[in-house]
């Protein structure tokens, strides 16, 4: 159950695009990536339908995973009973869930006590380092639920750092890191981030543009690169290709979406736009946009379609094979890609 340095904590909603890419990573690299899934909230639908969608094909989606964090915070408006249902159902459809809670959550505390077979995980908030009390939080948290260190998976998550540089995030992640209360003996030890944007907004419509992926390089430059110096060198995670505000409450009938593909690079993400999806079809747009990215003025920036399947699928798609005509298809595929990503730049560093 422990992991080091040289593992991935992808978080990821559990919506139907982001389980498949986790369906497609190479088997080889599942044991090394312990995916954090969040329970979506729920909007109008009654809450069995909502966990019947959030569970569906999940526990195919983590087969060759040691396990999986579960968090089922943004069910907090439905109270314990909510969080009781998730990891119920969990529980009982056989997954290999280790529960998330938080030092000042109080939804889902009771629930992730009652399913902790497999540990607890404890997911601490920039809020909660902002308090200026963190470390009396985390020592209060164990002391009333009589947990040891040793038991628990630490999450320290700066949650999301889009206006922030690199050097910004190491700073943060620095202080955050000094205050939090004995780092050499949680079981694990985990820094969260997420410098994805929120929005494809700022890029222009039939054009691209580059962001930082500055939870990457914060951790990459800073933290690995000092780990002879470091007490421990936590290991890394992000939110791969999606902010931490997600989607949820989009309404389509009345909201216009552009059709895009979110491709990681080495340092950076690449955002390729086309037009409204009301102008255009996204079966027409969606390849045109591959077909820039794998032939066009973009292709310097392809790894290639042997790097993973996503890429694979992404040249197909740029050379006409049908299927690949949805925002969905395209979140999958970015997914795959952003995780072997990752997983390849890992492989590239020096250890220990």
């Known amino acids: 159950m422990n992991f080091g340095a040289n593992h991935y904590v992808p978080v990821l909603k559990a919506k139907r695009g982001e389980k498949a ?5 190479q088997p080889s690299a599942r044991k090394r990536i312990t995916p954090l899934i969040q329970i979506v909230e729920r909007s109008d639908k009654p809450i069995d339908a909502h966990l019947k ?8 989606s983590l087969s060759g995973y040691t396990r999986c964090f579960l968090d089922a915070q943004e069910l907090a408006s439905d109270g314990p009973e909510g969080a009781r249902r998730v990891f119920e159902r969990a529980f009982e459809e056989g997954l290999p869930f280790t529960p998330v809670t938080g030092v000042t959550r109080i939804a889902d505390v009771a629930a992730a006590m009652a399913y902790r077979q497999n540990g607890l995980a404890l997911r ?3 809020s909660e380092f902002e308090s200026g009390s963190l470390e009396s939080l985390v020592e209060d948290f164990l002391d009333s639920h009589a947990l040891a260190a040793s038991d628990v998976d630490l999450i320290v998550d700066l949650g999301a750092v889009t206006e922030m540089i690199a050097a910004g995030v190491s700073a943060l992640t620095e202080a955050f890191l000094a205050d939090v209360p004995r780092p050499q003996e949680w079981r694990t030890m985990t820094v969260s981030a997420c410098a994805f944007p929120i929005s494809m907004g700022d890029v222009a419509r039939h054009s691209h ?6 939870d990457w390089l914060s951790w990459r430059d800073s933290l690995h690169s000092n780990r002879h110096v470091l007490q421990r060198l936590p290991t890394f995670s992000d939110y791969a290709i999606q902010h931490p505000a997600g989607v949820e409450g989009f309404d389509p009938r009345i909201m216009q979406v552009s059709a895009a593909i979110r491709y990681t690079t080495d340092t950076h993400w690449l955002l390729v736009k086309g037009e409204s999806t009301r102008s255009t079809r996204p079966g027409e747009q969606f390849p045109e946009l591959a077909t820039r990215l794998v032939y066009g003025h973009l292709h310097r920036y392809f790894a290639g379609a042997n790097h993973c399947s996503g890429c694979k699928s992404i040249k197909d798609a740029a050379d006409g094979e049908p299927g690949y005509g949805s925002a969905e298809a395209w979140r999958r595929l970015g997914t795959i890609h952003h995780v072997s990503e990752v997983m390849l730049a890992l492989d590239s560093l020096p250890w220990p």
Do not use: M, N, P, Y
């Open 209 to 214: 543009d580059f962001v930082e992926r500055a």
């Open 21 to 25: 890419a986790l369906q497609r990573i």
């Open 53 to 60: 969608t959030c569970f569906s094909k999940l526990g195919i």
């Open 124 to 126: 601490l908030t920039r």
